[in-house]
């Protein structure tokens, strides 16, 4: 019964290629978030999607795009891949945080993503 | 400057050691605070969420000092088990319908000898 799933857990790519990384919640939480975790092991927000309205885009690459077909899900594409884009991407899902400001975050497992 | 500091670590404690850990932060308008846990290549999980009047969470206080803009961890009675990185997490904005802002420092590694 694991609350935030993500599949895959890795995946080894080469350059240039375009994957999809998908993540689902049985929380019934309303907020869902992208984060990239580097090699320095900094957590940075990329997006959330609260009842599938985009609440956050931070600064990054276009060829990364969000879809949300549904609350329960977040899946992330990126286009045309790049070395830098190796890391660990987490998904996370919470309350809505403007109704609850002293919310959890729950994080899936994480995709360690290798750009070769 | 950096909207979330800690200092990276790590901290080297013996078993049954006080360790105190501090994060500042740059925006004065920030709003919600909290402390994460991350165990080495696992995700990260809510340690506690930090109230203005600070709290207590068995061997585990937290502090806000907003007029400082930091926030601190106090750990006592130190286990094997809390050996980990401690990441603060900054909330700001989201209201009124704007975007929300959500900053992770570069988190605290504690170790925890015996």
């Known amino acids: 019964d694991t609350a935030v799933s993500q599949t895959p857990k890795y995946l080894v790519t080469q350059m240039g290629n375009d994957k999809s990384i998908k993540c689902e919640q049985n929380?019934?939480?309303?907020?869902m978030y992208w984060y990239k975790q580097d090699s320095k092991k900094f957590l940075k927000i990329m997006f959330s999607y609260n009842n599938k309205e985009l609440i956050i885009n931070e600064t990054v690459p276009n060829r990364f795009s969000p879809k949300s077909p549904d609350k329960a899900h977040l899946n992330l594409h990126i286009n045309s891949l790049e070395l830098g884009d190796s890391a660990v991407y987490f998904c996370?899902?919470?309350?809505?945080?403007?109704?609850?400001?002293?919310?959890?975050?729950?994080f899936g497992p994480g995709t360690r993503l290798t750009v070769t | 400057r950096k909207e979330v500091e800690q200092d990276p670590g790590p901290f080297n404690v013996p078993e049954g050691a006080t360790v105190a850990f501090n994060c500042t932060y740059s925006n004065s308008a920030s709003q919600s605070f909290f402390w994460y846990r991350q165990d080495c290549r696992k995700e990260p999980k809510l340690l506690m969420s930090v109230y203005s009047s600070g709290n207590e969470d068995g061997r585990f206080t937290a502090q806000l000092n907003r007029a400082s803009q930091y926030i601190s961890l106090l750990i006592r009675d130190s286990k094997l088990s809390d050996s980990a990185t401690y990441l603060c997490v900054v909330t700001r904005g989201g209201n009124s319908g704007g975007y929300q802002k959500v900053t992770f420092g570069t988190g605290t590694k504690l170790q925890v000898i015996p």
């Open positions: 929380l019934g939480h309303d907020t």
């Open positions: 996370a899902s919470s309350q809505e945080p403007r109704r609850f400001p002293l919310y959890e975050q729950y």
